[in-house]
């Protein structure tokens, strides 16, 4: 996740005026890219297991239409590190705590207490907390340490937020 952040929002290149410095944009050839290592991961870990791999059972069109919906989620993933840090959207994920819950008593007539309620909520307006307060920092000149960082090992994050 903190790999992926600085992927997205560390500028690379130029820094003079003439080429002023440039991000990352194909997030969905980091998608690829990754796709790719896994595959292969897989396959050599088949190979020396000395498996083999058959689709038995489940139909790969069900497999396709998971896979699919993980690509498009992937993606948002990375695109949202263009504006949000990776703790502050893992932690916005935990907003839908409330919904779930909702959607559970409506369509499966579950039933939860109260007290799943409050702490659903309490959890929720936790991590609004925290992601609001670090929208509040986004005005500051905020650095932090980077293993790969300049000179100093610290790199200005270009909104100047703290991520």
């Not at 396709?64 to 993933?77: D, P, R, S, Y």
Request: charged share 15%.
């Amino acid at each position: 996740g903190v790999l992926q952040e600085r992927l997205m929002t560390i500028p690379y290149g130029g820094g003079s005026e003439e080429s002023p410095p440039e991000f990352f944009q194909a997030s969905i050839f980091l998608v690829l890219m990754n796709r790719l290592v896994t595959v292969a991961t897989s396959a050599t870990g088949i190979f020396l297991t000395g498996e083999r791999f058959s689709p038995k059972g489940t139909p790969l069109e069900l497999y396709a239409m998971i896979a699919f919906g993980n690509l498009v989620t992937t993606v948002c993933q990375y695109e949202v590190l263009k504006y949000l840090s990776f703790a502050a959207s893992t932690l916005a994920k935990c907003a839908k705590i409330i919904p779930v819950m909702c959607w559970g008593r409506l369509i499966l007539n579950k039933r939860y207490s109260a007290a799943d309620f409050v702490s659903a909520f309490v959890v929720t307006a936790g991590c609004f907390i925290f992601v609001l307060d670090r929208g509040m920092l986004a005005d500051r000149d905020v650095t932090h340490s980077a293993p790969f960082g300049g000179a100093n090992g610290t790199v200005t994050h270009p909104s100047g937020r703290m991520s």
